[in-house]
């Protein structure tokens, strides 16, 4: 190994952590070369079981790379089983038993949780999507998406001439001010901001309320991207336990006290993986708490349409003062149309757009229009009852088939498209969430085991199924197989 040009690593060399021999010009890139690198530390016991790794900004001075890069490395050296993360004490290395050329473990074929990312969320694999976050297009209502997107391609000509309005297109947002003021809150249109989807929205309100090294609360478990995306921003993610009775707001207290956070992501209603939704009391208690320790609260409200009505609002409550709500159509449209809000204060969209604009301009004012000559056409709201109708029986016919295999649910869902189950016999780590879903994958099934969607250790195994795709022959025969006796 031999030492960086830079002069500020002074401390990292003191302390007697080597500098890596990064090669900028080597085919693989950076993030390739640190997790081969440390892996042959690892492996050769040059790096001991409970050495503390150095923090993402040590690590990246020490190396002269970005904290994106550890951020990404550290990321996969975990899901090697190579190192382990502690909630606010940070890397640490977990086991040495790994192979003796370590290059073939990097390389070696994709696992569950590698492929997760780009068989679930491009809809090309022949796999099985059991662990999809999409619905078949045929529940989504075809026609009505279709009839919109080519109404969408009649735009005017004068309008492609420009980029579109930065906050997004007028008569979408001007239609969702409308429908949440009649049915939550009240809400101007300027105080709409579309979006690329939720995780845009996401990405925005990280990049506007954030700097490397805050602290992040989210729920645990909850959905996975959000959590890489918080370490993309060199932000530390703390998960709040979530069970079907709801947050466990007694340890939230305690984590905002020995934190202070900067923000919450939040599923008040049909949480992503559980299903489950938080009660009038909880909300209120968890503004409070946000009050308390002075944080934002992130309401990601993107299933409200697929839930009964009169469910908890974050937002409602809290009139967009401390609470920014994201909204989405893929759930009750298509995916494919990317389109995603944010509701908040004047002053904060503000912000928002500023950073919207210097991160990609505007967004697409195609899609955009495609969504509102949906959403404002009469057949919409049939649709999404129709939807919900579908959701209710395929999940009841879900839990059912589940049950047959011996799994039971996690938490019993309040609706949505999500039923989690396993079993809880099953003991980690001999026998484990990534082990069953990579068995799956060589069968031809996508599932996504609850280590995708938590920060800590779970003691138990089980999936997040889309109740769309559950009750079908190949996947009863599988579990079939591998069920415990």
């Known amino acids: 190994m031999k030492h960086s040009d ?43 079981i409970g050495t503390r790794m150095p923090s993402v900004r040590q690590f990246a001075r020490c190396n002269g790379v970005s904290t994106f890069t550890v951020v990404e490395s550290y990321d996969r050296l975990v899901n090697l089983g190579l190192l382990s993360s502690r909630r606010g004490s940070g890397y640490f290395v977990a086991r040495h038993d790994i192979a003796a050329t370590p290059q073939s473990t990097v390389h070696a074929g994709p696992t569950a949780i590698d492929a997760l990312t780009p068989d679930l969320y ?99 478990p909850g959905y996975s991207n959000l959590q890489s995306l918080i370490r993309h921003h060199g932000c530390i993610p703390v998960g709040i336990a979530r069970s079907e009775a709801g947050l466990d707001l007694d340890a939230l207290a305690v984590e905002a006290a020995r934190t202070q956070p900067k923000l919450m992501f939040v599923n008040t209603v049909l949480q992503n993986p559980l299903g489950t939704s938080l009660s009038q009391a909880q909300t209120h208690r968890l503004l409070a708490l946000a009050e308390q320790f002075d944080f934002w609260l992130v309401e990601d409200d993107i299933y409200r349409e697929l839930a009964a009505r009169g469910e908890a609002s974050l937002a409602a409550m809290d009139g967009l003062r401390r609470v920014i709500r994201v909204g989405s159509f893929s759930k009750t449209l298509s995916p494919v149309l990317r389109v995603g809000s944010i509701c908040a204060s004047p002053s904060l969209v503000a912000e928002l757009v500023r950073v919207k604009m210097l991160a990609g301009l505007t967004t697409s004012e195609i899609n955009e229009r495609a969504v509102y000559h949906a959403v404002s056409a009469r057949p919409y709201k049939r649709m ?102």
């Open 384 to 485: 999404v009852e129709r939807l919900v109708a579908q959701l209710d029986a395929a999940r009841e016919r879900s839990i059912d088939c589940l049950a047959q295999t011996g799994m039971a649910p996690v938490a019993r869902p309040r609706g949505g498209m999500f039923v989690s189950a396993g079993w809880p016999t099953i003991q980690t780590p001999e026998w484990n969430g990534k082990v069953i879903a990579d068995m799956a994958l060589k069968a031809g099934i996508l599932l996504s085991p609850n280590e995708f969607f938590m920060l800590r250790a779970p003691e138990t195994v089980w999936f997040r199924f889309n109740v769309a795709y559950t009750d079908t022959p190949v996947l009863q025969a599988f579990l079939q197989s591998i069920r415990p006796r």
């Open 6 to 48: 830079s002069t500020d690593d002074a401390p990292e060399r003191a302390s007697g952590w080597p500098v890596l021999d990064i090669d900028r010009q080597k085919k693989g890139g950076l993030v390739e070369q640190i997790v081969i690198a440390i892996s042959v530390m690892v492996g050769s016991r040059a790096l001991r």
């Open 122 to 220: 491009s809809g090309v694999s022949d796999a099985l999507p059991v662990g999809a976050g999409w619905l078949p297009p045929e529940m989504y209502g075809e026609a009505t998406v279709l009839d919109a997107v080519r109404q969408a391609m009649r735009i005017p000509a004068s309008r492609l001439r420009g980029y579109g309005h930065p906050l997004g297109f007028p008569s979408l947002r001007q239609h969702l001010a409308t429908s949440l003021t009649e049915e939550l809150f009240q809400v101007e249109p300027d105080q709409v901001l579309l979006t690329h989807g939720a995780t845009h929205a996401f990405d925005l309100i990280l990049r506007s309320l954030t700097k490397p090294g805050d602290t992040v609360l989210v729920e645990d």
